[in-house]
T-cell receptor
């Protein structure tokens, strides 16, 4: 069965600094990978997704992620953090053998002024 | 925004009582999912459906049942609510094929006292 691990339940960065949120996956077949963001008291919305077309995926709000098969990773980055990026971020995985979408435990991003 | 409505949005119930949460979609998506969100656990899949009357268990299905008699409605039932089922419940929908993203409802906050 597939799974994802997000390293760091809380990450703090200064405004204007690089954002790096880590996600590693486990899957016996080629995965589909997603990053979602959740703002307080809201549902989740998709930031970006990897579906095997390109290893570097660009998403909304300036975020991007790179699929690295050799490292089984799909880390999320943004060159310059903004206060509005403060939220919880979830990595998720699915495959074409299984209809389930499995989420990681989430990383809460704090932006320091 | 995807047309997903969860009801009720908030509910307080007593231990041992039955509770049904409803998810309604207007997108005609094939797949529907129920997740629960708890601090430190992220989102965990309870049950999902891949068509009318077609459902399957997720990671944390004990104590929950689901039904889908129409494409647009997916019901989650707690037959006898327990305090451990206090959580925020999210419904999600997907077109199908696992390379498409899931769209989330706004969530239902359930408190079992």
């Amino acid at each position: 069965a597939q799974s994802v691990t997000q390293l760091g339940s809380h990450v703090s960065v200064s405004e204007g600094a690089l954002v790096l949120l880590r996600c590693n996956y486990s899957s016996s077949v080629p995965p589909y990978l997603f990053w979602y963001v959740q703002y307080p008291n809201q549902g989740l919305q998709l930031l970006l997704k990897y579906t095997s077309a390109a290893t570097l995926v660009k998403g909304i709000n300036g975020f991007e992620a790179e699929f690295k098969k050799s490292e089984t990773s799909f880390h999320l980055t943004k060159p310059s953090a903004h206060m509005s990026d403060a939220a919880e971020y979830f990595c998720a995985v699915s495959t074409n053998r299984d209809d389930k979408i499995i989420f990681g435990k989430g990383t809460r991003l704090h932006i320091l002024p | 925004d995807a047309g997903i409505t969860q009801s009720p949005r908030h509910k307080v119930t007593e231990t041992g009582t039955p509770v049904t949460l409803r998810c309604h979609q207007t997108e005609n998506h094939r797949y529907m999912y129920w997740y629960r969100q708890d601090p430190g656990h992220g989102l965990r899949l309870i049950h999902y459906s891949y068509g009318v009357k077609d459902t399957d268990k997720g990671e944390v299905s004990d104590g929950y049942s689901v039904s889908r008699s129409k494409t647009e409605d997916f019901l989650l039932t707690l037959e006898s609510a327990t305090s451990s089922q206090t959580s925020v419940y999210f419904c999600a929908i997907s077109e199908g094929r696992t390379n498409t993203e899931a769209f989330f409802g706004q969530g239902t906050r359930l408190t079992v006292v």
